[in-house]
């Protein structure tokens, strides 16, 4: 039996390849042996309900090797039909070149670019001790589950795998095993051309308990790799197993060919031959296979069960608590979650928002337990402790400040992790480190997970630091960015009001770019209130009758358009300030509503932001009346008001802007 499906794996695994004429079958057949001793004998799962939520998490990270996920997901009972299988690559299909969460029953997250899929497993690795530090009591493990990933050379050859790996040793996280596939082989030829250290050393180093498999064919091997892994609790495990990519593959194993191209009809009917199967026959599965099918299904739905009723007993004891766990499963909120977040008076000093969000997600983390995050090293400057809680380390998992450290991009995707695990996640860092970040919140974006950044020093009013730390082109960058809406609020109390957004937001993730320097708190009874932030974009200050012009901007400069529209209003003008605090919940309003914000009719626009121009044309149109007024240079290292003055950025320079325009 154990054969039989070993080998069902790989031969379907190939068939799938051959077929789409794409993918990377080498894998596959080097590891099935590896899948199929971590799926039968350790892994907690049940195929009819792979959401369950005390099921152990799997991760293939070298997700190149979909088809080794896909054909053992199969195998065991999972929802994929061989028809699936057989559209492996095309188009709608449940079997996409690269694991997708959404599209493929059993994937737990979406893999691709090489270490992203160990780290998120960090970040479920986090979760699964907080959770279980913050629901379980005695007599009752509602949270008891491991996370297990595969990854590959080019995982351990990527930068973030360090960072995630670093992470996950300091803190201690006996609830993560990664499986090392050691086959010495990359795309361009043998790692030996770029790739030479001990990784034994390295993870030792990284506090990891490492263990050695020297045969991926050995499944006593394996196994007594995993249990030994499992049972230690104080250290993340490492398994670096030794393999052959192509096994079975008389001309092809354990060269490059094998790894991201078909093996060809021909040497798939070698290796199947090799394997004693059919030579002639595509996508085979055997009886026995089917009925193993049928055992691992059942043998899941008894787990669960069991599950089930001692949750049902835990709910009677610890009616709060379940109701808390059943919320974070559905991602909802408590009913007064957003109760206590502030409001911010017009007479009070003039306050930064990276300031004015501390009090806001101290606010919220009041009410919501599993709202939780951290920076890169600079959270006294991001401002995102929360103060009601301690941090989490490797003594103290309940803790909900998190030192990522010096790890940008690590810490993306460890959030993209815990929020995949039901948590609601931030992470922090100054505005132009977001480059580090980009990789990790674009899969993100395309996984639709609410992850949320916090990011502060938000344009050339950084100062003093200079152009290395002024970012320009990242808000161009993010908003251009597919499914995630970017914020920069204008006051403390536009920042306040969106936070209410982002918290119920379920599909996509969110990032606050907030300023370093003060900025004056708006006067609500005089202009729009804060409220209408909602809309994405709003008329913030407006005259009577049809504008002449229209101001339209973001952020700190939005205090420069007010100055502006109290000159020109003085003159005899009829201005309009739009605040468009986030371009795409803007573009997702009623096309009624837009056209309200920004007659059609009226085509003399001046678009007002400290960073890079691009895209505001969608805004201002292209015509002689309009403009974008921006900065599409790198910045000057200055006291930030001799920055932002150097660039034009007060009243007296926006208003002649807004006069040329007008022709006076």
């Given at each position: 039996m154990?054969?039989?499906?070993i080998?069902?794996i790989?031969?379907?695994?190939m068939d799938?390849?051959?077929?789409a004429?794409s ?5 596959p057949?080097a590891?099935a042996p590896?899948a199929?001793?971590l ?9 009819s ?8 998490r799997?991760v ?7 088809m080794?996920l ?6 065991n ?5 061989i ?9 709608h ?6 694991p997708?969460?959404g599209i ?5 997250t ?10 998120n497993s960090?970040g479920m ?7 279980s530090?913050h ?5 009752y493990?509602?949270?008891n589950h491991?996370v ?18 670093s992470i996950a040793?300091h803190?201690g ?5 990664w499986?090392?596939d050691?086959n010495?082989?990359?795309i361009e030829g ?10 034994e050393?390295?993870?030792?180093s990284?506090?990891?308990h ?5 045969d991926a064919n050995?499944?006593?091997e394996?196994?007594?790799?995993i ?8 250290k993340?495990?490492?398994i670096?197993?030794k393999s052959q990519?192509?096994?079975g ?7 490059c060919e094998?790894?991201?191209?078909p093996?060809g ?5 070698l ?6 199967w ?9 009886d026995e296979?089917?009925s193993?099918?049928e055992a691992?299904?059942?043998?899941g ?5 069991a ?10 004891e610890?009616p709060e608590l ?13 009913e ?6 502030p409001?911010?008076p017009y007479l009070a000093d003039?306050v930064a928002?990276r ?6 997600i ?5 009410k919501v337990p599993?709202f939780?995050?951290?920076?890169a ?5 991001t401002?995102t ?8 380390s490797?003594?103290?998992?309940e803790g909900r400040?998190f030192?990522f ?7 993306a995707?460890?959030a ?7 948590l609601r996640?931030y992470?922090s860092?100054?505005?132009v480190?977001?480059?580090?970040m980009?990789?990790s919140i674009?899969?993100a ?11 502060t020093h938000d344009?050339?009013?950084?100062g003093?630091?200079g152009?290395?730390?002024?970012p320009?082109e990242?808000?161009?960058s993010?908003r251009?960015t597919?499914n995630i ?5 204008c006051?403390?109390?536009e ?5 209410k957004?982002?918290m119920?937001?379920t599909?996509r993730?969110?990032a606050?770019?907030l300023?370093r320097?003060?900025?004056?708190v ?7 209130a804060?409220e209408?932030?909602l ?11 049809t ?5 339209i901007s ?6 420069i358009?007010?100055e502006?529209?109290?000159k020109?209003?003085?003159m ?11 371009w795409n919940?803007f573009e997702?309003?009623?096309?009624e509503?837009?056209?309200k914000v ?5 085509s003399?626009?001046?678009s007002?932001e ?10 201002t149109?292209?015509?002689p009346?309009s403009?974008?007024y921006?900065i599409?240079?790198f910045g ?12 034009g950025f007060?009243?007296?320079t926006?208003?002649?802007?807004c006069l040329?325009l007008?022709?006076?």
């Amino acid at each position: 039996m154990e054969n039989l499906v070993i080998n069902c794996i790989r031969t379907l695994a190939m068939d799938a390849v051959e077929k789409a004429k794409s993918g990377h079958p080498g894998t596959p057949m080097a590891l099935a042996p590896a899948a199929f001793v971590l799926f039968d004998g350790f892994l907690k799962h049940n195929p009819s309900n792979p959401q369950w939520p005390n099921r152990d998490r799997f991760v293939l990270s070298a997700g190149h090797a979909s088809m080794l996920l896909y054909a053992t997901l199969y195998v065991n009972g999972y929802d994929i039909s061989i028809d699936d299988l057989k559209q492996f690559r095309s188009l709608h299909s449940r079997c996409p070149g690269h694991p997708e969460i959404g599209i493929t029953s059993g994937v737990e997250t979406t893999t691709g670019p090489l270490g992203q899929g160990v780290s998120n497993s960090v970040g479920m690795a986090i979760a699964g001790k907080w959770l279980s530090e913050h629901f379980n009591r005695p007599g009752y493990n509602i949270v008891n589950h491991h996370v297990y990933s595969i990854c590959s050379d080019g995982d351990m050859m990527e930068g973030i795998s360090s960072e995630a790996a670093s992470i996950a040793g300091h803190l201690g996280l006996g609830n993560l095993i990664w499986i090392y596939d050691s086959n010495s082989i990359t795309i361009e030829g043998s790692t030996l051309l770029a790739y030479s250290e001990d990784t034994e050393m390295r993870f030792g180093s990284y506090n990891w308990h490492v263990e050695k498999v020297s045969d991926a064919n050995n499944l006593e091997e394996i196994e007594k790799a995993i249990a030994r892994s499992r049972s230690e609790t104080e250290k993340p495990s490492i398994i670096i197993m030794k393999s052959q990519i192509a096994y079975g593959s008389p001309n092809k194993q354990n060269t490059c060919e094998a790894h991201g191209a078909p093996l060809g009809k021909e040497e798939v009917s070698l290796a199947k031959e090799f394997y004693g199967w059919d030579a002639q026959e595509n996508f085979h599965v055997p009886d026995e296979v089917l009925s193993y099918r049928e055992a691992i299904t059942a043998r899941g739905n008894d787990a669960e069960a069991a599950w089930k009723e001692n949750f049902r007993k835990y709910s009677n004891e610890y009616p709060e608590l379940a109701r808390e766990f059943e919320m974070l499963e559905k991602r909802e909120l408590p009913e007064d979650w957003d109760s206590n977040i502030p409001s911010f008076p017009y007479l009070a000093d003039p306050v930064a928002t990276r300031s004015a969000n501390s009090n806001v997600i101290n606010a919220i983390g009041k009410k919501v337990p599993w709202f939780m995050g951290g920076a890169a090293d600079v959270g006294s400057s991001t401002k995102t402790y929360l103060k009601n809680t301690r941090s989490f380390s490797a003594e103290d998992h309940e803790g909900r400040n998190f030192h990522f450290g010096v790890r940008e991009h690590s810490m993306a995707a460890i959030a993209s992790g815990m929020c995949l695990s039901g948590l609601r996640a931030y992470a922090s860092t100054y505005f132009v480190f977001a480059d580090y970040m980009k990789p990790s919140i674009r899969l993100a974006a395309l996984m639709k997970l609410p992850v949320i950044y916090i990011f502060t020093h938000d344009s050339i009013g950084v100062g003093e630091d200079g152009p290395t730390h002024q970012p320009i082109e990242h808000l161009a960058s993010l908003r251009v960015t597919p499914n995630i809406d970017v914020i920069r609020p204008c006051d403390a109390n536009e920042l306040a009001v969106l936070w209410k957004h982002v918290m119920e937001l379920t599909d996509r993730p969110a990032a606050f770019v907030l300023t370093r320097q003060n900025v004056p708190v708006i006067d609500r009874e005089r202009y729009a209130a804060a409220e209408e932030a909602l809309q994405g974009g709003y008329v913030l200050a407006d005259s009577d009758g049809t504008p002449d012009i229209i101001m339209i901007s973001t952020g700190s400069e939005v205090h420069i358009c007010l100055e502006v529209y109290e000159k020109l209003s003085e003159m005899g003008k009829n201005p309009r300030v739009v605040s468009l605090p986030c371009w795409n919940l803007f573009e997702a309003q009623p096309q009624e509503y837009r056209d309200k914000v920004l007659p059609p009719s009226v085509s003399t626009r001046l678009s007002v932001e400290a960073a890079a121009t691009f895209g505001w044309e969608k805004f201002t149109g292209s015509g002689p009346g309009s403009k974008a007024y921006g900065i599409d240079c790198f910045g000057e290292s200055a006291p930030y008001r001799d920055v932002m003055n150097k660039f034009g950025f007060n009243t007296d320079t926006i208003l002649g802007e807004c006069l040329r325009l007008l022709g006076d």
